[in-house]
Structure formats: structure tokens, C-alpha cells
T-cell receptor, first 113, second 115 residues
């Protein structure tokens, strides 16, 4: 019930391409869905987050698409750059979980120049 | 804004010694802080939730007597790894939740190596 499934495990994209990472959750009580970016040896940094009352949120080159009925959400990185090469984690939380984040397994993104 | 610091950034210690890691929210008050552990190429594993002025809540399987957590103020939480063993070697990351908000901000992490 608490799991968040993330795919793919790794992704290679050419510079300028679109990177797409998908997540699925089970707990319908989740109501907050952030994405984090982590570089090697660093802590995760919040990229963008969404709540279930909207189906899409865009911030710069990063867009979250949210499908409440399918219990799925995805991160789209437009015009991917080599500097975007990092590990991306989706997460979910809700009031019933005390705002504790449940993380996906992570996606290692490589953007080739 | 929303900066979380950790100290030290890395530490090497001998087996059997204790190590304290500090987590500070620099520009906001955090009623709740979280401690995570991360192994190479794996996701973050929540160890415990720390609320200011109260006892920490540990996740299942995390030994509370081994991983002592203190959250004495709205800007500081500490994790002490007691009687460290080589299997405790890992990347420890804290996060802080801005009071009244959902967002968690993460620290830069502390790499612990126990020899």
C-alpha cells in the first residue's frame, strides 16, 4: 500500500531530447507528489511537486503530468542537457503517513552531448 | 531560502566508537526533521522522524538505541550512531520540513565510513 514504483531504472537521452520518468502509487491517501534530483555524493534537491487537484504542472523545462484515476505521475524534462545527468526520485506523501515521504527506486538519467 | 546543512560532510571512525551528525535548518523553522540512510545506487530509506521537543519515531527495523536522535530546537536535530560497526557505513541524509508546509528540504548528506 505504501509503495511507489518508478521506471525506468536507467535512461539515456541525447542532448535536446525529452526525458520521461514514470511513477505509480497504490495508496489513495497520498496527496503530495514531489520529484527530487540527486547528484553523486549530494543530498536530493526538490525539483517540482504536484497535488492531485491538477493534472499538470510546469516549471521551466520540467513538467509533471498526473493521472489520478490511474494513480500514476510522470516527470518530463524537455530539451535535456548533459547537466541534467543525475538520479531522479519520485516520492509521495499524505496526511495519514505523517508527511513521511515514500520514495521510488530512482532513475539514473544520462544525457549524452 | 530553505537551506539545510549537515555536519560533518564525511567522517571516518573506528569500530566501536560513536559518531554524531548534526542537521540544521538555516533559514526556516523545522518542527519535523527526518533522517534517511542511502546505500550506493539505492533509494533513500527513512530511518526516523524527529519532532522538536519529543521523542523520535523510528521506522520498523531501525534500532533506536543504536541510532539516537535528538531534536532539541526548531533548527537542529542530531543523529548519533552508537558503537558503530562497519555495516553502519553509509550515506546519511537529513531533511527538514518547513513548519506548516509539506515540502521537505534535504541536507547535503554525511558519508560515514567505519573501519
Amino acid at each position: 500500500q505504501q509503495q511507489v514504483k518508478q521506471s525506468p531504472q536507467s535512461l539515456i537521452v541525447q542532448k535536446g531530447g525529452i526525458s520521461i520518468i514514470n511513477c505509480a502509487y497504490e495508496n489513495t491517501a497520498f496527496d503530495y507528489f514531489p520529484w527530487y534530483q540527486q547528484f553523486p555524493g549530494k543530498g536530493p534537491a526538490l525539483l517540482i511537486a504536484i497535488r492531485p487537484d491538477v493534472s499538470e504542472k510546469k516549471e521551466g523545462r520540467f513538467t509533471i503530468s498526473f493521472n489520478k484515476s490511474a494513480k500514476q505521475f510522470s516527470l518530463h524534462i524537455m530539451d535535456s542537457q548533459p547537466g541534467d545527468s543525475a538520479t531522479y526520485f519520485c516520492a509521495a506523501s499524505g496526511i495519514t503517513s505523517g508527511s513521511r515521504l515514500t520514495f521510488g527506486e530512482g532513475t539514473q538519467l544520462t544525457v549524452n552531448p | 531560502g530553505a537551506v539545510v546543512s549537515q555536519h560533518p560532510s564525511w567522517v571516518i571512525c573506528k569500530s566501536g566508537t560513536s559518531v554524531k551528525i548534526e542537521c540544521r535548518s538555516l533559514d526556516f523553522q523545522a518542527t519535523t526533521m527526518f533522517w534517511y540512510r542511502q546505500f550506493p545506487k539505492q533509494s533513500l530509506m527513512l530511518m526516523a522522524t524527529s519532532n522538536e521537543g519529543s521523542k523520535a519515531t523510528y521506522e520498523q527495523g531501525v534500532e533506536k538505541d543504536k541510532f539516537l536522535i535528538n531534536h532539541a530546537s526548531l533548527t537542529l536535530s542530531t543523529l548519533t550512531v552508537t558503537s558503530a560497526h562497519p555495516e553502519d557505513s553509509s550515506f546519511y541524509i537529513c531533511s527538514a520540513r518547513d513548519s506548516g508546509r509539506e515540502t521537505q528540504y534535504f541536507g547535503p548528506g554525511t558519508r560515514l565510513l567505519v573501519l
